[in-house]
């Protein structure tokens, strides 16, 4: 059995930064990927970043340039460090992960950035 836990959301000025951790737990023998997906009242779910287990990486459009997701596999654990945050970047933010072949996900942390 495998958990992913979110961490790091919060209220946030525009402008201001974030990093938010994603931490896997349970039975474990290797991750490939992991990434962060977001989704706002009213808008569609949409994947923010994702990093491979050799660390390359991907972002949407959106927040490309703003936003870098890492890991720290020792700890089984990944990072979505948000900067220059805009109220557009107001969600839910949620961890994945395949994990031995199978694809996990977490409960999700509320990002809300407002003045």
């Known amino acids: 059995q495998v958990q992913l836990v979110e961490s790091g959301g919060d209220l946030v000025q525009p402008g201001g930064s974030l990093r938010l951790s994603c931490a896997a737990s349970?039975?474990?023998?290797?991750?490939?990927?992991m990434g962060w997906y977001r989704q706002a009242p009213g808008k569609a779910r949409e994947l923010v970043a994702s990093i491979s287990a050799s660390g390359s990486t991907n972002y949407s459009g959106s927040v490309k340039g703003r936003f870098t997701v890492s890991r720290d596999n020792a700890n089984n654990t990944a990072y979505l460090q948000m900067n220059s945050l805009k109220p557009e970047d107001t969600a839910v933010y949620s961890c994945y992960a395949r994990i031995d072949y199978k694809w996990w996900w977490g409960q999700g942390t509320q990002v809300t950035v407002s003045s």
């Open positions: 349970g039975s474990i023998t290797s991750i490939s990927a």
